[in-house]
C-alpha cells in the first residue's frame, strides 16, 4: 500500500530536494509531492518556474525511483498578475509530470480576481492534462475559500471539470482557530475533492506551540478522515504532508521550529510511522481506492 501513497517534500524543508527524493524511495514510496511555496522557502523565484526546470525535477525524482503525482506552487490568484504566474506553474508541473498542480485562492476581497483567474486558467489546464486543486488555508484570515463550504460556492461558480479542491485536514483546524474540524468538514467538500493532504498536529501545546506529528499520534480521528475519503464517489489520491520543521503558534499561524529542522532519522521515524499507521488503519478495509 505504501506505494500509493505519496511523501510531500515539505517534511525535508531545510535538506536538499535529493536528499528528500533519496529518503522517500527508502521508505518504499514510489510517489512524490514537491512543493515550490515561497511561503516556506524564501528561496524560490519565479523564474524556477519553466518547462525545462520541470523536467529536471522528473529526471531528479525518477532517479531515484520516484514518479511526481502532484505538485505544490501555491500562490495568491487574485493578484494582477496571476495568470501568467500561474501559467508558469501549468508548463512546470506538466513537465514534472505531474497530474494535480495545488494553489491557494486569494483574500475574500479579491474573490471576483481570483474567478476570472481560474476561469481563463481552466482551458489552459486542460490543455496541459493538469487538474488545479485549491488547497483549504491553514492560516487564520478572510479567505475566498477557508472551509469546504466556501470552497464548494467559489468553484460553482465556475463549473469546470478540471478546477477542484486539494483538501488539506489539518488546514481547516487551524485556519477557524479550532472553530471546525476536518472530520465535520471533509464530508461537505468530498463531490470536488480530487486530492487530499494528510497531516496531525500535536493533541497538546508544547512550549506554546502545536507541532506536527507522525499520523495517528495526533489530535484528529484518521478512522474516520480516511473512512470519509473511501466513501467518495471518485477516488482521491492521497499524500502525507508533514511540515516537521514547523510549528504552530498559540495564534494558529504556522512558524519555523526554534530547533530548525530535524535529524533525517527523526523525519524518517515520523513517516515511517505515519505509513505503518495508515496500512493497520486500512488493513479492515478491502476498498482501497482513495488512496490510488
Known amino acids: 500500500m505504501t506505494a500509493g501513497i505519496a511523501i510531500n517534500t515539505l517534511a525535508y524543508h531545510g535538506y536538499p530536494l535529493d536528499t528528500a527524493f533519496a529518503e522517500i524511495a527508502a521508505l518504499g514510496a514510489h510517489l512524490v509531492e514537491p512543493i515550490f511555496i515561497p511561503h516556506y522557502d524564501r528561496t524560490i523565484v519565479e523564474e524556477l518556474f519553466s518547462a525545462e526546470n520541470g523536467r529536471r525535477v522528473a529526471e531528479r525524482a525518477h532517479a531515484a525511483g520516484l514518479a511526481v503525482r502532484a505538485l505544490g506552487a501555491h500562490m495568491d490568484l487574485g493578484l494582477p498578475d496571476a495568470l501568467p504566474r500561474m501559467q508558469r506553474r501549468l508548463a512546470f508541473a506538466a513537465a514534472a509530470g505531474a497530474r494535480y498542480l495545488h494553489t491557494n485562492t486569494s483574500q475574500r476581497a479579491r474573490a471576483e480576481a481570483c474567478i476570472a483567474t481560474l476561469e481563463a486558467l481552466a482551458p489552459l489546464a486542460d490543455d496541459a492534462g493538469v487538474v488545479i486543486c485549491l488547497e483549504n488555508p491553514g492560516e487564520p484570515g478572510d479567505f475566498a ?46 463531490p470536488l475533492v480530487a486530492h487530499a493532504h494528510l497531516k496531525d498536529q500535536a ?43 514547523f510549528e504552530r503558534g498559540s495564534d494558529y499561524r504556522i512558524r519555523l521550529r ?10 524518517r521515524a515520523t513517516l515511517a510511522r505515519s505509513l505503518a499507521f495508515i496500512e493497520r488503519l486500512s488493513a479492515t478495509h478491502t476498498d482501497q481506492s482513495w488512496r490510488k
Open 145 to 190: 475559500f477557508g472551509t469546504a463550504a466556501e470552497g464548494i460556492a467559489l468553484l460553482r461558480c465556475i463549473r469546470a471539470s478540471n478546477l477542484r479542491i486539494n483538501y488539506d485536514v489539518s488546514n481547516v483546524y487551524s485556519h477557524t482557530q479550532g472553530g471546525r474540524r476536518p472530520e465535520d468538514d471533509l464530508p461537505v467538500a468530498l
Open 258 to 267: 526554534p530547533t530548525g529542522a530535524p535529524p533525517l532519522a527523526e523525519i
Open 203 to 245: 493533541r497538546a501545546a508544547r512550549d506554546g506551540a502545536w507541532p506536527f506529528v507522525a499520523i495517528g499520534e495526533g489530535m484528529f480521528d484518521f478512522g474516520r478522515i480516511l473512512a470519509s475519503l473511501r466513501s467518495a464517489d471518485q477516488e482521491i489520491p492521497i499524500s502525507i504532508e508533514l511540515p516537521l520543521a
